[in-house]
C-alpha cells in the first residue's frame, strides 16, 4: 500500500508561483511514475503532468508546459509541483498519484491517490 499526502497548497494572485509537495509513504518512491492531477469546481479531473521512476522523463499538459516543472527526490520520497505565471484558470484541487506505467495521461493509469490540496488563483 502507498499512501500519498500532498501540501503546500494556498490562496496567490495571478503571475505568482507556489510549489506543491507529495510526501510517498509505504513502499519504495523509485519504483512508481507519479502524476499530478487537478480538478476545478464542476469539472473532471485533468491530467498535468508527470514523471518517470527515474526522472528522466517528463510530459505536461499543454495548459501548463513551460509553467509547470515536475521534480523527485527518491530518497526523500517526495514529489514536487513548481507551478509558475499562475492564471485564474489553474484554480483547482491538486492531486499527486502513483502509478507503474510512465506516460500515463489518464486518471486511470494511476493506483494510489492522495487527498489533494486546493490552489486559488486571484486575478
Known amino acids: 500500500q502507498v499512501q500519498l499526502v500532498e501540501s503546500g497548497g494556498g490562496l496567490v494572485q495571478a503571475g505568482g508561483s507556489l510549489r506543491l509537495s507529495c510526501a510517498v509513504s509505504?513502499?519504495?518512491?523509485?519504483?512508481?511514475?507519479m502524476g499530478w492531477f487537478r480538478q476545478a469546481p464542476g469539472k473532471e479531473r485533468e491530467f498535468v503532468g508527470t514523471?518517470?521512476?527515474?526522472?528522466?522523463?517528463?510530459f505536461y499538459a499543454d495548459s501548463v508546459t513551460g509553467r509547470f516543472t515536475i521534480s523527485r527526490d527518491n530518497a526523500k520520497t517526495t514529489v514536487y509541483l513548481q507551478m509558475n505565471s499562475l492564471k485564474p484558470e489553474d484554480t483547482a484541487v491538486y492531486y499527486c498519484?502513483?502509478?507503474?506505467?510512465?506516460?500515463?495521461?489518464?486518471?486511470?493509469?494511476?493506483?494510489?491517490w492522495g487527498q489533494g490540496t486546493q490552489v486559488t488563483v486571484s486575478s
Open positions: 498519484a502513483a502509478g507503474r506505467f510512465h506516460g500515463i495521461t489518464t486518471s486511470r493509469g494511476y493506483e494510489y
Open positions: 509505504g513502499r519504495t518512491l523509485s519504483r512508481y511514475s
Open positions: 514523471i518517470s521512476w527515474s526522472a528522466g522523463s517528463t
